[in-house]
């Protein structure tokens, strides 16, 4: 059985409260970074997240890592525990739009990522590498998958 590798971080956004950024940090197991043009941002802790990814099934919801799956593996879609960016919303400064994208592998068979994009009002924007296959149709009838 091969091990899930993968590698998260955000953009630099503008926060309201710098001291309340710390603690979401703190909460979530998170590195924080900073540019003084730009403001803050993150990536995540090793010692919290072995594969340096934060928790992304589904990508769109950035949900925790401890968070009950059915037996397959995958989340219930009636979820409704505690969600990162929900509680990043509300920290970001007007105007100020937080991107966290995350790749990964599983021994490159499986391949993927995506990227979610949030601001203060809690409206989401959500991309995956998935994504890319319907687009592809657009230029032609044969298109494969890229798994194993």
Known sequence: MANYVGHARSNFFAVVDEAAFDL?????GLYKIEDAANGVGFYPDDAVWEDHS??????????????????????????????LLDDLAPLLADDSVAVVMDIGHEKLVYVGGGATAINNRGERESISL?????????????????VG
């Open 130 to 146: 998935e994504d890319i296959y319907g687009r592809a149709a657009r230029l032609g009838g044969r298109v494969t998958r890229a």
């Open 54 to 83: 934060l928790p992304a099934a589904p990508r769109a919801s950035w949900r925790e890592a401890y968070e009950e799956t059915d037996d397959e593996g995958y989340i219930a879609d009636d979820y409704d525990g505690p969600d």
């Open 24 to 28: 979401f940090c703190a909460k979530w």
